[in-house]
């Protein structure tokens, strides 16, 4: 029953998870329609790209025992995937200034993971060493992840508009989060559940900053006062059109005369 229930909340939480990765998708379909980046940040995806290469050698057996976080391994790829080509579509549609700072930001990230693959694969020689130190880096990885929208919820707050923070990635985000901490508490590793606890509760804020901000078109309707002051308007109006039209009909007939 629990190796059930494991394996129907793992296939939940992939499925979340590749919404999530996917949900960008719409954004950068507007990037690419635009040839611009607008306002949106290039800072979710670099930090998702290395979430998705920490947790997928945290996966693999080089670092777990065998293939016990195997569910880790199929997501994150999806993961990489998906984050890499945002990422390059993001620079490719930059502004020379924005291409800098993509690649300033991306350089120290490839760099992090490197360093943390080949310490793991080369210098620790037990799955439970190397699990600590992958597992600690990608767990302050995630945090960071889930924290970034914050940046995009300063924003919103600022401009009272959802534009840049869609909310398909904000309901993904959340159900993502709830699914591998449930994961996380049922395979008891604290790597695993660690970022959900507090991704949990930061979209949940999402959520609401988002409903609080979202435009709603409220149509008006006219009050009485204004239609009657519009009808007295209008009565005026006409009332001077008849009294034109006596003056020209007065005046036509004296010309006769």
Wanted: charged share 20%; aromatic share 10%.
């Amino acid at each position: 029953m629990s190796d059930t229930l494991r394996l129907a909340v793992a296939v939940l939480g992939n499925a979340a998870s590749v919404s999530l990765y996917a949900a960008p998708m719409v954004t950068f379909r507007r990037v690419i329609r635009k040839k611009s980046t607008e306002e949106f940040s290039c800072i979710p995806y670099i930090i998702g790209l290395l979430n998705c290469l920490l947790f997928t050698w945290y996966g693999l057996p080089v670092v777990s025992n065998k293939w016990e976080n195997f569910p880790l391994v199929t997501v994150n790829g999806v993961g990489i995937a998906l984050e890499l080509s945002y990422v390059l579509i993001y620079f490719w549609y930059s502004s020379p200034k924005g291409k800098m700072k993509v690649a300033m930001i991306t350089t120290p990230v490839l760099v992090v993971f490197c360093i943390t693959a080949a310490v793991s694969a080369f210098t620790l020689h037990d799955s439970q060493h190397r699990k600590l130190l992958v597992g600690s880096i990608g767990l302050g990885v995630s945090v960071a992840l889930y924290g970034s929208p914050l940046v995009a919820m300063k924003k919103v707050i600022e401009t009272k508009s959802v534009e840049f923070m869609p909310l398909p990635l904000s309901l993904c985000a959340f159900s993502a989060s709830v699914f591998w901490l449930a994961y996380g508490i049922l395979v008891r590793d604290i790597f695993v559940a660690g970022p959900s606890v507090i991704g949990t509760p930061l979209s949940i804020v999402q959520l609401v900053v988002y409903f609080k901000y979202r435009k709603e078109r409220v149509v008006e309707e006219p009050k009485m006062e204004d239609l009657e002051k519009g009808g007295l308007e209008l009565e005026k109006v006409v009332v001077v059109e008849v009294d034109l039209g006596k003056v020209e009909k007065i005046v036509t007939n004296c010309e006769q005369c």
